[in-house]
């Protein structure tokens, strides 16, 4: 970030965005208590920066004297994301995974209530399952649609539900997280089948998800696997911060 000479940050918007950052790795909705201890702050100063968080839309109360980001939160963080060029960073990946198994590859991020496919990579074959940039899938039945849900965030996924969103059941997602991986089940593209795994962003968590589409009468979940989950774990150290990645190759 470019800097001019002599100009100082604010102290004060220092520590209300720390409080935020303290906030957002939390895993569930943090109480004010909690967060006095964890900032060694007075109850009145911790109580003051939620204010005004609060009141530029950050954060939200979940229950009386606790904390969370809020849907504004997850939507700035969309805005992100969609700055950050997801999409070609992963290009060198995809266009390996194609060469390595011979079929279609997609990228595809949540889009409202679908997901949408923002990069895709052909394979060099004679019959080859067609998909287009920018097509959208339903998040029920799509293996790149349960990727997305089942690994969301708890506010995204909470958007989804207040948005009316159709999702896959519980079973089913569970089975996702479970497993790592999603198969369609062949509703939204005629005589098409896909097998998908997530790609993560940080706090983000899932921010995409990694698909490799053949026709149906091709495909074969353990041939693909294996290739796929090689590809998904590449792409998903490139989406590593400097300091995570320096944690990772500690154990």
Same mark, same amino acid.
Request: glycine content about 8%; aromatic content about 4%.
């Given at each position: 970030?470019?800097? %001019?000479?002599?100009?100082?940050?604010?102290?004060?918007?220092?520590?209300?965005?720390?409080?935020?950052?303290?906030?957002?790795?939390?895993?569930?909705?943090?109480?004010?208590?909690?967060?006095?201890?964890?900032?060694?702050?007075? %109850? =009145?100063?911790?109580?003051?920066?939620?204010?005004?968080?609060?009141?530029? =839309?950050?954060?939200?109360?979940?229950?009386?004297?606790?904390?969370?980001?809020?849907?504004?939160?997850?939507?700035?963080?969309?805005?992100?994301?969609?700055?950050?060029?997801?999409?070609?960073?992963?290009?060198?990946?995809?266009?390996?995974?194609?060469?390595?198994? %011979?079929?279609?590859?997609?990228?595809?991020? *949540?889009?409202?209530?679908?997901?949408?496919?923002?990069?895709?990579?052909?394979?060099?074959?004679?019959?080859?399952?067609?998909?287009?940039?920018?097509?959208?899938?339903?998040?029920?039945?799509?293996?790149?649609?349960?990727?997305?849900?089942?690994?969301?965030?708890?506010?995204?996924?909470?958007?989804?539900? *207040?948005?009316?969103?159709?999702?896959?059941?519980?079973?089913?997602?569970?089975?996702?997280?479970?497993? =790592?991986?999603?198969?369609?089940?062949?509703?939204?593209?005629?005589?098409?089948?896909?097998?998908?795994?997530?790609?993560?962003?940080?706090?983000?968590?899932?921010?995409?998800? @990694?698909?490799?589409?053949?026709?149906?009468?091709?495909?074969?979940?353990?041939? *693909? @696997?294996?290739?796929?989950?090689?590809?998904?774990?590449? *792409?998903?150290?490139?989406?590593?911060?400097?300091?995570?990645?320096?944690?990772?190759?500690?154990?």
């Amino acid at each position: 970030m470019e800097k %001019k000479k002599g100009v100082k940050p604010l102290s004060s918007a220092l520590k209300i965005f720390a409080l935020l950052d303290l906030i957002a790795r939390q895993k569930t909705a943090v109480r004010l208590v909690d967060l006095t201890r964890l900032t060694g702050e007075s %109850k =009145g100063t911790v109580y003051q920066r939620l204010v005004t968080l609060m009141e530029v =839309g950050w954060i939200e109360q979940s229950d009386p004297g606790s904390y969370r980001l809020s849907l504004r939160a997850a939507m700035i963080g969309d805005m992100a994301l969609e700055q950050s060029n997801l999409g070609e960073r992963a290009t060198a990946t995809l266009e390996q995974l194609a060469l390595e198994c %011979k079929e279609t590859v997609s990228l595809a991020v *949540l889009d409202g209530v679908k997901a949408r496919l923002i990069r895709r990579v052909e394979a060099e074959v004679v019959v080859r399952a067609e998909v287009r940039i920018g097509t959208t899938l339903q998040l029920a039945s799509s293996s790149s649609g349960r990727i997305l849900t089942a690994f969301a965030t708890p506010e995204i996924r909470r958007l989804l539900e *207040l948005k009316g969103a159709t999702l896959a059941t519980e079973d089913v997602l569970d089975q996702v997280r479970t497993s =790592g991986y999603a198969v369609s089940t062949g509703e939204d593209i005629l005589g098409v089948r896909s097998i998908a795994m997530p790609i993560f962003f940080g706090n983000r968590g899932c921010v995409a998800a @990694l698909s490799i589409v053949t026709p149906v009468e091709r495909f074969n979940s353990e041939r *693909l @696997l294996p290739l796929l989950r090689i590809a998904a774990e590449a *792409l998903n150290a490139t989406m590593l911060s400097p300091e995570r990645r320096g944690a990772g190759a500690d154990g």
